[in-house]
């Protein structure tokens, strides 16, 4: 799995990892808030994940990088 994201992603692999746990922490952060009241402090896990993903993202395309989309 490593290898294929630094293909997909050039190298940068934190990018995609922080993309992967905001989009898999999201729903099950979710549903846990739903579940139980305390457990809703948990949502800066996919958050984060979200806006290191998009910082990231933002700062690969201002350095010249090459769109993924």
Request: aromatic content about 12%; some cysteine; hydrophobic content about 60%.
């Amino acid at each position: 799995m490593y290898r294929s994201l630094v293909a997909i992603y050039g190298g940068n692999v934190e990018q995609a990892v922080a993309w992967m746990v905001g989009a898999v922490a999201m729903p099950i952060v979710c549903f846990a808030a739903a579940w139980r009241k305390p457990l809703r402090n948990l949502f800066f896990i996919p958050v984060l994940g979200l806006l290191v993903g998009g910082v990231l993202t933002c700062w690969v395309l201002a350095a010249g990088g090459v769109p993924l989309i």
